[in-house]
């Protein structure tokens, strides 16, 4: 068992900055732009005592545990502590999505026989030809990730592609990625807060974000940090998390789920889209396309490999991923990683982490089922000429 943690030590601990937290949580080498690791071992190397502190004060965002009994000043607080939230998430679950998913933290339609990455890039392809991205252009991709969109849309486009994270855990991962692949003279990835763009008035013929905005505290200040940050006459695209209007906001049933994508994807508090389209507008935006890509009659559904329909799958790796990503697959691994943590092998902490995408992958599930929620609502909005 995990001895006690002095208080005054935690507090310390979370007064660092997050280059010291992903040092501790990732090992000495996590920036090392050449190193080639495992995800096993690096689970393992890590400051084992911190990374069970950090998945415990994650769960304190969410430490009232009937949703229904929530308040809005609870879900104020967490949203107002957005930030931390989500830096903790990823810093967290980072190695897991890459194990399970790669190097792109997203959905996608899926068509016959179509192998997994292939329609991955499909729908980073389908963003940037519906925002009309040029080779001449500058654009900003809004939370990055470990630069899997980035990379692949710098290719499709011939555009420089500069990646936005407040993460210096993937931001490390992106520019190795970049380097590996060939693509460190077209893209580049700096460190800042998407509510507070380190960025200049005017600056980008175009932006995009994946299913990354969700975190922001509010759609309106992301929104229009993205307006600001953009020329006149500049292109917005999104894929946006968001409830539908099949969600009731009374219903426990629904309530459950959304506590389970906000609690397993480090998402302080789900809007509708009725919200997102209204931020749009109010910041400034002219909608030219807004619909939701997940409310589709397609035969394959977006979230086949969650639910283990090994028949769809198309390719070697496509296999691994139903696999992993199936309700079975995702208890091997957390027992998996339970039992290298009694022994020892990795950080305490490590299966929970697991246990706690297990719930968002439940939950997501669960709500594309119901309808009420997408993970790809998607939309192009321009900013005036003038």
Not at 66 to 81: G, L, S, V, W, Y
Not at 139 to 158: N, Q, S
Not at 353 to 372: C, K, N
Request: a negative charge; aromatic letters at 12%.
């Amino acid at each position: 068992m995990l001895p006690p943690v002095d208080a005054s030590v935690l507090i310390d601990r979370c007064n660092q900055d997050d280059l010291t937290l992903s040092k501790a949580l990732h090992g000495p080498s996590w920036n090392d732009v050449q190193n080639q690791t495992s995800f096993l071992s690096k689970l393992n190397k890590k400051d084992k005592e911190y990374q069970a502190a950090v998945v415990n004060d994650y769960l304190e965002n969410w430490k009232e545990a009937k949703p229904e009994n929530e308040t809005e000043q609870d879900r104020e607080q967490r949203a107002c502590a957005y930030k931390a939230v989500a830096n903790s998430f990823y810093d967290l679950a980072t190695d897991f999505y890459e194990y399970a998913w790669g190097t792109s933290f997203h959905f996608c339609r899926f068509r016959p026989r179509e192998p997994f990455h292939q329609a991955i890039a499909r729908h980073e392809h389908y963003l940037a030809a519906n925002m009309g991205v040029r080779r001449s252009w500058k654009v900003l991709d809004i939370g990055c990730g470990v630069g899997g969109p980035a990379r692949e849309i710098g290719y499709f486009t011939g555009a420089h592609i500069t990646g936005l994270n407040n993460n210096d855990y993937q931001i490390a991962r992106a520019k190795r990625y970049a380097v590996t692949f060939g693509l460190a003279a077209k893209s580049d990835f700096i460190k800042g807060d998407f509510m507070n763009m380190p960025i200049e008035n005017n600056s980008f013929d175009g932006c995009y974000a994946i299913e990354a905005t969700v975190h922001a505290s509010s759609l309106e200040g992301v929104y229009g940090e993205a307006f600001r940050i953009l020329k006149p006459g500049g292109v917005f695209g999104c894929y946006e998390w968001l409830m539908t209007d099949k969600y009731d906001p009374i219903n426990p049933e629904h309530l459950r789920i959304v506590r389970g994508l906000e609690v397993g994807n480090g998402i302080a508090k789900m809007v509708t889209v009725k919200d997102c389209l209204k931020a749009l507008e109010t910041v400034g935006f002219k909608i030219e396309i807004a619909k939701d890509m997940g409310a589709t009659d397609d035969k394959i559904k977006w979230y086949y490999p969650l639910e283990g329909d090994i028949r769809q799958a198309n390719a070697f790796w496509d296999y691994l991923v139903v696999l992993r990503t199936t309700t079975a697959g995702r208890s091997v691994t957390t027992y998996m990683v339970k039992m290298l943590e009694s022994l020892g092998l990795v950080a305490p902490g490590s299966a929970k982490v697991s246990s706690i995408l297990q719930t968002a992958a439940d939950s997501v599930l669960e709500g594309a089922r119901l309808g009420i929620f997408t993970p790809m609502y998607f939309f192009v909005a321009k900013k005036p000429e003038v």
